[in-house]
């Protein structure tokens, strides 16, 4: 695996990104599409109602796995990043840094990691800023 940077750390999967999330949006998109046919030319609705839900329950799932998934590791960021900050100074993370903040934070080295916690809590930096600021990238390969 390739050294992870800034400009490369944005992860896609390929059955997931390019795959399974535009085929479950075409599905739902040709489920609306055969319920409005069927409701113009009379025919039984039940089938292609299913087949509507069943498609937005489908995409639901998908969107709400996907949040779910990160919210969990949202918080594990936090919670790692909070006890990297107790090690480092015996204090705990500023409360006034937003969790963006603190998971833009995670790839900086322990060298970086106390100076631009103060700069993104002073300047309210925003993720992306922090993540430039980054002289000494600390990769993360385990986030989906």
């Given amino acids: 695996?390739?050294?992870q940077n800034y400009g490369?750390?944005?992860r896609l999967i390929p059955a997931?990104?390019?795959f399974l999330v535009p085929l479950?949006?075409?599905t739902l998109i040709a489920a609306i599409v055969f319920l409005i046919l069927s409701v113009g030319s009379g025919d039984s609705l039940f089938a292609p109602l299913l087949l509507a839900v069943l498609s937005l329950m489908?995409?639901?799932t998908m969107i709400f796995s996907r949040a779910f998934a990160c919210k969990a590791q949202d918080r594990a960021i936090r919670a790692?990043?909070?006890l990297r900050h107790f090690v480092l100074t015996g204090k705990l993370l500023d409360p006034r840094l937003t969790i963006n903040q603190i998971i833009a934070l995670?790839?900086?080295s322990?060298?970086?990691f106390l100076v631009l916690c103060a700069k993104a809590t002073s300047d309210n930096a925003t993720p992306d800023h922090i993540k430039r600021g980054i002289q000494n990238w600390r990769a993360d390969y385990d986030r989906v």
Avoid: S, T
């Fill in 1 to 3: 695996m390739k050294p």
């Fill in 8 to 10: 490369n750390y944005v």
């Fill in 16 to 18: 997931f990104h390019f």
């Fill in 24 to 26: 479950g949006l075409i």
């Fill in 58 to 60: 489908m995409v639901m």
């Fill in 80 to 82: 790692e990043e909070n």
């Fill in 106 to 108: 995670r790839f900086a």
């Fill in 110 to 112: 322990d060298e970086e």
